[in-house]
């Protein structure tokens, strides 16, 4: 709590430096712009410091740049930053050479004197793993999404071997670390910008003004009202072809969708289901929706003496009616889940024995528990919809239903948006949540959300750890055949469906809404992609 109150506080500041209260003039950035709503504001502008939300989601691919992407198709690592790799034979070492002239951001507080080269790349990663570099704890920093796949303690070493290559060795093999150093939380700073902080005693400033090579860099930002990105006209591709982003992250006055119907902005993501047949109805607006691979799910605290018992877990997961959800909240976007994992990963394993709707049974377990006359629980619900919820607080009064049917009275407490570890002060029973995958592979999902690392971490809310579990998931990055890696992920699997520590509930579909006016967006089942190619049609 106390590094999320540092940072939120930290990135209050440079908004003061920015000004406050403006009101977003649309008119005047349709001109060389658009206006992109629907997001909560950031808390910091770093995404190595977060796990999920509008920073790695939307805003990192805009301000910065990866060594490797993913191909939005096969999910492969495609080059980027990196023009090419090589992996030694035990999978231990890997050696990457770096594009040319990759030029970063000159921004108000920063003009670079030098292109990206290796010593950027092994100061951003050596920031992470190493806890006594000099910038690891700033600002009481924390790496949740890389503590969660335990990337410390895979990566043993990062070094320059020349200005354009940088090896990384690891202290085992691991199938996944290529697709994870693509995502949008391996980004890269640079060493020169840090430097000169560092001088000037003013650390804090990597995280609050950023410095990327993306296509855009960071011009403004007002806290609970607007970030107003601008193009990078060195960028290493070719310039945007807009000259602005700006994202209204305000609150006040009308809701989203009425923005979006009076052009007061030009994209609105992840509409709520029920918006859908409005937009479709609009001449003016354009829907898209793309599979994503996603779930949402209920953590359980397994340290609530009634929580901990397995039989009072499974009660819980036959009293929801996952259909009548759908039904009411995805309004037939959406599908039921049967595992974490979505039906597009190539692991998946559909169970419909034990997660299914059954309420008799239910009540027969919590009655075998000695719950028979009932039993309070509370449930934390964040308010801010989600690809994979589009409407948080109406699946948590359904769910409250449900498990009233069966005898067990559920409390609500809402935020307005879900922090993992911000979640972990909040003490609630249960929590409703759901994750984004960042990449295709199912260790992406697995291992930060139930494995015992991630419960050290602070990131695992569930509270669970099982050794079998994480020895299943050791094992599936080790072994190179992908049909062993399929049985031990399959095996996992039975594990979290034989104990329930967190209940898959649905997937969701990616919506996104934008003005007929505007071309050029990429889709990906990921994160949203770079809006470098998009542009207005007269």
Partial sequence: MKAFVKLTLSIFSLSLLAGCGKEIDHSEIRKTGF??????????FNPQLVDSGI??????????????????????????IATKWTVNDAGTEYTFTLRNNVQFHHTAWFTPTRPLNADDVVFSFKRIIDENHPFHHTGNATYPWFYGIDFQNLVTKVEALSEHQVKFTLSRPDNSFLSNIATSHAVILSKEYATQLELRDEKPQL???????????????????LVRLKRHNRYWK???LMQQVVFDISHRGTGTLAKLLRNECDVLSSPISSQIPIIEASDNIELTAKPTMNVSFIAVNTSHPALNDVRVRKALNYAINRQNILDSVYYGTGTQAYSLLPPDSWAYQRENTQIRYDRNYAIGLLREAGYEQGLELTMSVPLEPRSYNPSPRKTAELIQSNLADVGVQLRIVTDDRFDRQQSLQTNSDLY?????ADTGDPDNFLRPLLSCYSHNAGVNIAGWCNPDFDFLLDLALEVDKTRYRINLYKQAQNILNESF???PLSHGMQFRAHSKTLTGFRVSPFNAQPFDLVERVK
């Avoid at 409703?432 to 984004?436: A, M, N, R």
């Fill in 35 to 44: 206006v992109f709503c629907g997001q909560a504001g950031p808390e910091t």
């Fill in 432 to 436: 409703l949540t759901g994750w984004i």
């Fill in 238 to 240: 070719q310039p945007a």
């Fill in 501 to 503: 520590p967190v209940i």
């Fill in 55 to 80: 920073t790695s989601e939307t805003l990192s691919p805009q301000l910065f740049d990866t060594l490797l992407v993913l191909d939005p198709t096969s999910y492969q690592p495609q080059p980027n």
């Fill in 207 to 225: 995280d609050e003004k950023p410095v990327g090579t993306g296509p855009f860099y960071l011009e403004d930002y007002q806290a609970n009202d």
